[in-house]
């Protein structure tokens, strides 16, 4: 006969499960603070204290998850790859719009959200590409790979336009991908400095109104 209480599996590792998630959800708090405090002021202004301030965690926290700065930076890339990737994924699956208006609508769609922040901010990639590249090579290789993903990405939706016959046979698609990412770069920088949408509209216009089409 057994005596005294008995506890399920799941009672048991209930305390842990919850303890995983609260840790998971600091770590996630501090890399997305730190990424929208990064897309304002860059790297090497972003201090720990205002990442702390900002996700309203304890300084042990942060550093119980990175070991220096520029890993946080790492997971902040990921972050901001996972977050445009996720922008992204459901246009380019989008099957009732043709390849090029829904590679269209991914461009219009994020300059939507740059526009409603003032023409702020920009792209992480481009922003830490031009300061760190040549300060960490960590940084750098993760920004080259989150880049290239993308292009990789944009390549697959103009071949498909390719297959439907709305470009010509002869397009070089990763040619053309490389340079609307290297374009796409270049407008929002001028955006930034003109602090007008302008160049954006333009980055539309060309593109998709004289450049990709039959």
Known sequence: MQTGVQFTLDELDKPVYLFLVRKNHAKSDIVRAGMEIMLRKGFSATGVEAILKEADVSKGSFYNFFSSKEEFGLAVIDEFRAKMGAIFQPIAEDTSLPPLARLRKYFETVFGMFERDNCTK?????????????????????INYGLQLWTDKICGLLEEAQDARQLPADLDPRLMAETLVSSFEGALLLAKVKKSPQPLRRFIAFYFERVLTT
């Open 122 to 142: 920009g792209c992480l990639f481009g922003n830490l590409g031009l300061e760190m590249a040549d300060q960490s090579e960590a940084v750098r290789e993760r």
